[in-house]
C-alpha cells in the first residue's frame, strides 16, 4: 500500500519517490497557459501581451516653450547614467502632438505616486480632458528648463534634451537632468497587466 504522508506516486504505480519532509515553504506562481514564440511568430500582439507583465513606473512627461505646452502619460521612461545624470523617454511619433518635446528641447519626467491615478488619466487623453485643462489637475513650478514640474509626486527630472533617436514608431529622448525634486510621497503608482496599481 502507498504511504499516505511522505511520498508522492507519479504515472507509474510502480514509481514511488520518498520526500523529506522538513519544514520549509515553496512559493509557486500559479502556472498559467504557456506560450513560447520563436522569431518569425513574434507578432506586435504577443509583444504587448508579454510587455503587459512588466510593472512599470507612471510617469507625467512635460515640456515648454517657444513650440508650446504639453503634458503626456507615459511608463517608457529608465535611467541611462548617472554621471552626467541621464534620463531616457520613449516617445509615439505618429502622435505629431509630440514633436513639440523636440522643438522646445527640454522635458521634466514627473514620477507619479498612487494618489496620482487621476493625473496619470488625465495627461492620458482617456478622460476626454482638452490638454489645455489637464494641468489644472495638479500644482506645478519650474526648477530649470522651463518645463511644468509637478508638485506633490514622487520625483521630478528636469532634463535638456541631448540626443533624440527614431526607432519604428517612437522617439527616444535622451534627457541631461539640470534639475531634482525628491518628494513627499512614498508609494508609487505602477501600472500591470494593463491597469494602474498601487504598491
Ligand atoms: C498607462 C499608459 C502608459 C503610456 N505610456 C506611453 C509611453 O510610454 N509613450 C507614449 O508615447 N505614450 C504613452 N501612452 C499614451 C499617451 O499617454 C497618450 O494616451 C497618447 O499620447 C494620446 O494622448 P494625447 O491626447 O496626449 O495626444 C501611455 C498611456 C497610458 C494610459
Not at 523529506?20 to 500582439?45: A, F, M, S, T
Not at 515640456?63 to 529608465?78: H, S
Not at 509626486?153 to 528636469?158: N, R, S
Request: proline fraction near 6%; charged fraction near 20%; aromatic fraction near 8%.
Amino acid at each position: 500500500m502507498a504511504q499516505q504522508t511522505n511520498s508522492a506516486v507519479f504515472d507509474r504505480p510502480s514509481l514511488l519517490v520518498s520526500f523529506d519532509l522538513r519544514p520549509y515553504i515553496v512559493i509557486q506562481e500559479p502556472v498559467r497557459e504557456l506560450h513560447v514564440l520563436k522569431k518569425n511568430e513574434v507578432g506586435p500582439q504577443t509583444y504587448r501581451d508579454a510587455m503587459a507583465r512588466f510593472a512599470g513606473a507612471v510617469h507625467v512627461v512635460t515640456t515648454d516653450g517657444p513650440a508650446g505646452l504639453r503634458g503626456t502619460t507615459i511608463i517608457a521612461a529608465c535611467s541611462v547614467s548617472d554621471s552626467p545624470p541621464t534620463v531616457l523617454v520613449c516617445l509615439n511619433r505618429e502622435n505629431t502632438k509630440n514633436d513639440v518635446f523636440t522643438k522646445n528641447g527640454n522635458f521634466a519626467l514627473n514620477t507619479l505616486s498612487r494618489h496620482q491615478q487621476a493625473l496619470a488619466e488625465g495627461f492620458s487623453g482617456l478622460t476626454g480632458l482638452p490638454p489645455e485643462e489637464r494641468f489644472s489637475l495638479a500644482k506645478w513650478d519650474r526648477i530649470s528648463t522651463g518645463a511644468p514640474t509637478l508638485i506633490g509626486g514622487l520625483a521630478v527630472f528636469d532634463c535638456e534634451i541631448i540626443d533624440t533617436k527614431d526607432h519604428a514608431t517612437h522617439r527616444i529622448l535622451f534627457g541631461q537632468v539640470t534639475g531634482i525634486r525628491i518628494d513627499d510621497a512614498v508609494h508609487p503608482l505602477i501600472y500591470f497587466e494593463r491597469r494602474y496599481r498601487d504598491f
